[in-house]
């Protein structure tokens, strides 16, 4: 199953409208940004060191950044034509 680890304020929207549009199960892990700083909290980076956001587990396989996550997506779904080709 794939898990979008949401972090407030970031694109992860995007993500979870794709998979809504796609039709496929997914769970989300909520993540809040320090309210001083504005970081991720220490933990989001076990699940991807270099920091970066939205990411998504899919099994062994970690993604990040909104436009891979949804390439990935729509071809992990079978349903590359909703995406642009060129």
Do not use: F
């Amino acid at each position: 199953m794939i898990t979008v680890h949401h972090l407030n304020n970031s694109r992860s929207q995007r993500v979870l409208w794709l998979l809504e549009e796609l039709g496929v199960p997914y769970e989300i892990r909520h993540y809040q940004r320090d309210a001083k700083t504005m970081l991720a909290p220490p933990e989001l980076r076990q699940v991807h060191p270099p920091g970066k956001w939205p990411v998504i587990t899919d099994g062994d396989q970690v993604v990040a950044e909104s436009g891979s996550i949804i390439d990935y997506l729509c071809r992990a779904s079978g349903n590359e034509n909703i995406a642009p080709t060129g």
